[in-house]
């Protein structure tokens, strides 16, 4: 149907930097994988369950007078025995695998004003944010990209680039190929002399030809950037081969500008170096065994569920499960929590502590999300786990060691924890 909400909308795009809720509820963990997907607010890209027990995207709607929002609904592809199978991964390693061919993805506009019938595809004031939403990065992932990101720096050797005259005779046509293969992807700008070169070879055969490292040991040039990773905010995968490591290009915009590159009308077509890592360290084998080799024997329900890997999270989930474990500190937050939600004034649940306690205990303790999975014999597997990701980034916002992803003491958290709270119950 087509209703008025829908044909009068205006509808802003999210930028690069506009977390966009699109992968999991704010306020529990239903998520694209149950029955009725995931709704995101068209107007702020909060994520909303649309159905089973609490419905929090009606609830974000009418409290919000945001009525529009994209349902995703993600549906898992039957697998084949002829399907070649992943080595099994045996160490840290980057490589670049979205998973995305796995799945099925079912999208459609909701109004909820006109109690969340379904809209007319296609709408032209409507379907460039619903195209935004479905290509943006999730918010979960945005924020620990984010944390891996900022732990690069800046150096001299960008610094010292400062005064270049344009280069007019550059012409753009060698941006897209190696100017020493063929390879099309994972290309490097040398920000030098503008020379384009493919990235490294992995072990296994894959990623470039070395031609970037090759130009850097014959000329010296040692600071590049990683085409595919430009975005029109100004940022961009660097590399200074001198310093041997990622780095920040304070002025990526102007040393671009010297090749005729506009930085404003870019847009990011690959994974930056800290997208493949954060990927590759959140599917890192991690055994289920003892210290003696015995298979440790699945758990589920209310109070048993597990918390998925962020990657170097492994104190924060402890810290979690042990003071959510504590009767008064669990029964300030899992009883409660859906008259939190109806009463909290907070715009964005996912940046309300309040609201990510509430969530966290429900998620802990309903037994909602503590169901066994079963192996490719039917036998009980483990469960797949709630992941904290709106939680860490709530409590641990603007903290110059716990917004990172390295590894932390849980001591040292448990008594930052309990700062946050002492702090949001008070106010």
């Known amino acids: 149907m087509t209703c008025e909400h829908a044909l009068t909308a205006r509808l802003s795009l999210p930028s690069s930097s506009t977390p966009v809720y699109k992968e999991e509820c704010t306020q529990c963990f239903d998520n694209q994988d149950t029955a009725e997907g995931v709704d995101v607010c068209l107007s702020c890209f909060n994520g909303g369950c649309p159905g089973g027990p609490y419905n929090h995207a009606h609830q974000h709607s ?122 099309r992807e994972n290309l490097w700008l040398c920000l030098t002399c503008g020379n384009v070169g493919c990235g490294r070879r992995q072990y296994d055969g894959s990623g470039g030809n070395n031609h970037g490292i090759s130009h850097y040991e014959a000329t010296g040039h040692c600071v590049s950037v990683k085409l595919g990773t430009i975005t029109p905010e100004g940022t961009a995968d660097a590399y200074c081969y001198t310093c041997d490591d990622n780095k920040m290009d304070p002025h990526l ?117 503590a169901n066994l999975e079963t192996d490719s014999e039917g036998r009980p597997a483990h469960q797949a786990g709630i992941a904290p990701s709106t939680f860490k980034a709530a409590v641990a916002k603007e903290h110059y060691e716990f917004s990172t992803m390295r590894q932390q003491d849980a001591f040292e958290f448990l008594l930052h924890l309990e700062k946050q709270v002492d702090v949001v119950e008070r106010s």
């Open 253 to 369: 915009a102007a040393h671009l500008k010297v090749f005729g590159i506009n930085v404003a009308a870019q847009q990011k077509t690959e994974k930056s170096i800290a997208e493949l890592q954060l990927d590759q360290n959140l599917k890192f084998d991690f055994s289920m065994t003892t210290a003696d080799g015995a298979k440790l024997e699945p758990v589920a329900g209310p109070g048993l569920t597990g918390l998925k890997n962020l990657g170097n999270s492994c104190y924060m989930a402890s810290v979690l499960q042990c003071v959510f474990g504590i009767d008064r500190f669990r029964d300030r937050y899992f009883p409660t929590a859906a008259d939190h939600f109806a009463t909290c004034t907070q715009a964005n649940p996912a940046q309300c502590l309040l609201c990510q306690l509430h969530k966290l205990a429900n998620g802990l303790w309903s037994g909602r999300y």
């Open 62 to 183: 009418m409290k919000s007078g945001h009525y529009l929002t994209l349902n995703i609904r993600r549906i898992a592809k039957p697998s084949s025995d002829s399907d070649e199978r992943p080595a099994k991964l045996t160490k840290l390693e980057i490589r670049e695998d979205t998973g995305a061919d796995d799945f099925e993805y079912h999208t459609f506009v909701r109004c909820w004003g006109c109690s969340g019938a379904r809209v007319e595809s296609g709408l032209e004031n409507i379907d460039p944010t619903v195209q935004a939403v479905i290509h943006a990065v999730e918010a979960s992932k945005g924020h620990e990209i984010k944390a891996w990101a900022e732990e690069v720096t800046a150096c001299q050797h960008f610094n010292d680039l400062s005064g270049q005259a344009p280069r007019d005779s550059f012409s753009l046509d060698t941006l897209h190929q190696c100017s020493a293969c063929d390879k």
